[in-house]
């Protein structure tokens, strides 16, 4: 049997909770397109996310170990990845749209710069004076301009609700009032990308740390969660977990608070008597959430890895050098654009300068943006 598009919207009527995101009902995109006969909106949004450069990108974009650190580190690819599927796992167990969740989580870092969040912070500073820079936005100018793939328009023609998932995801009032329309915690599809992003980078950063020796377990044994987790998995004197032991503790503690989201949003569904996607909307606070005691408890632990993991000296040395790296691009492309390749010199017809060079930085993976420094700077390296 072949299922039409058709067909599959009327599945999810069927399917779904009554307050998901439905395909059929979707506002659209700015650029009307005849729909796929065999995908809904959704899918087909999710599937022009996933074949776009700047995805493809973040197989080489930092998460907190740069790429060459090792070939197990998590990447910002294999990072949106764990999110979109915690996401789906959520989604599913809820009864809202998993195809929308799903593309809102594999594009909700598509704009990140090279080097993590030392790229974002310096590029916002570079930027101060032209709008600054945030990865949420540019993942947004990204979608809706740079992408090039198609005659008829500009970046992708998502539709309006995974676009609204882009804006709303950890983002100011001012930023959500910049393309669509919605409130400034979107849809449940957009609340669970957003957490889901939370839950995944904290638990597999702690993987992380734990897997580089930079975290051991005699540090984490005063933390909640930790205990949670490691009940009866790990001894208190235990100094160094094996694989297999740091595999079940970080299982268990994804498992735990999946769970515990689950049940919470559940009760808050049913406390505020939610039944359509604007009884959603009304609301000026996210349904989709952990209980007061474990958002304390995941709060301790990313204090935890900002104090010991994302500080501690090795990961600073790499902030250092990737600011290093951005800085002096920025100012060389902006005191000298005729060194930029001609496809980006051109589009400063179009745009500001500064804007373009910003662009043209912030899609660049990690080796790149390696690779283009010592081009400029290295005489001994061919342009």
């Known amino acids: 049997?072949?299922?039409?598009?058709?067909?599959?919207?009327?599945?999810?009527?069927?399917?779904?909770?009554?307050?998901?995101?439905?395909?059929?009902?979707?506002?659209?995109?700015?650029f009307p397109e005849?729909?796929?006969?065999?995908?809904?909106?959704?899918?087909?949004?999710?599937?022009?996310?996933?074949?776009?450069?700047?995805?493809r990108r973040l197989e080489y974009k930092t998460q907190v170990f740069i790429n060459y650190e090792g070939d197990h580190y998590r990447t910002r690819l294999t990072h949106t990845l764990e999110v979109a599927q915690i996401a789906r796992s959520i989604a599913t167990a809820l009864g809202v749209n998993v195809d929308l969740t799903e593309a809102i989580c594999l594009v909700h870092d598509i704009g990140h710069p090279p080097f993590g969040h030392a790229g974002e912070r310096v590029l916002n500073e570079l930027m101060a004076e032209y709008g600054g820079f945030e990865h949420n936005r540019q993942s947004y100018r990204v979608v809706t301009l740079l992408e090039k793939r198609y005659p008829q328009f500009a970046g992708l023609n998502l539709t309006h609700e995974t676009l609204e998932g882009i804006i709303s995801h950890k983002t100011s009032q001012e930023q959500v009032t910049t393309g669509t329309e919605g409130s400034p915690n979107g849809?449940?599809?957009?609340?669970?990308?957003?957490?889901?992003?939370?839950?995944?980078?904290?638990?597999?950063?702690?993987?992380?740390?734990?897997?580089?020796?930079?975290?051991?377990?005699?540090m984490l044994a005063g933390l909640t969660l930790w205990q949670i987790a490691t009940n009866g998995v790990v001894a208190d004197s235990c100094s160094q977990l094996t694989d297999l032991q740091r595999h079940q503790v970080v299982r268990t503690l994804i498992g735990t608070e999946i769970q515990q989201l689950i049940t919470h949003t559940d009760t808050l569904l049913k406390k505020n008597d939610i039944r359509t996607i604007d009884d959603v909307r009304r609301l000026p606070y996210n349904l989709v959430s952990l209980d007061e005691h474990y958002l304390a408890y995941h709060h301790e632990?990313?204090?935890?890895?900002?104090?010991?993991?994302?500080?501690?000296?090795?990961v600073m040395r790499m902030t250092f050098k990737a600011e290093k790296v951005i800085n002096e691009l920025f100012y060389s492309y902006c005191d000298h654009p005729e060194i930029l390749p001609p496809h980006i010199f051109d589009r400063i017809r179009d745009t500001e300068k500064e804007r373009t060079i910003c662009d043209y930085i912030a899609g660049m993976t990690d080796r790149f943006a390696i690779e283009e420094h010592q081009k400029i700077y290295n005489p001994t390296v061919m342009p």
């Open 1 to 30: 049997m072949i299922y039409t598009r058709q067909q599959l919207e009327s599945l999810e009527k069927f399917n779904l909770a009554s307050y998901a995101c439905f395909s059929a009902e979707s506002r659209g995109r700015a």
């Open 34 to 55: 005849e729909e796929a006969q065999h995908r809904t909106c959704f899918q087909r949004d999710r599937d022009r996310i996933l074949h776009s450069t700047a995805f």
């Open 301 to 314: 632990l990313k204090s935890f890895l900002y104090q010991f993991l994302y500080y501690q000296y090795r």
């Open 187 to 218: 849809h449940l599809e957009a609340q669970i990308a957003d957490i889901a992003d939370a839950l995944a980078y904290t638990a597999h950063d702690l993987d992380d740390g734990l897997r580089s020796g930079m975290l051991t377990p005699q």
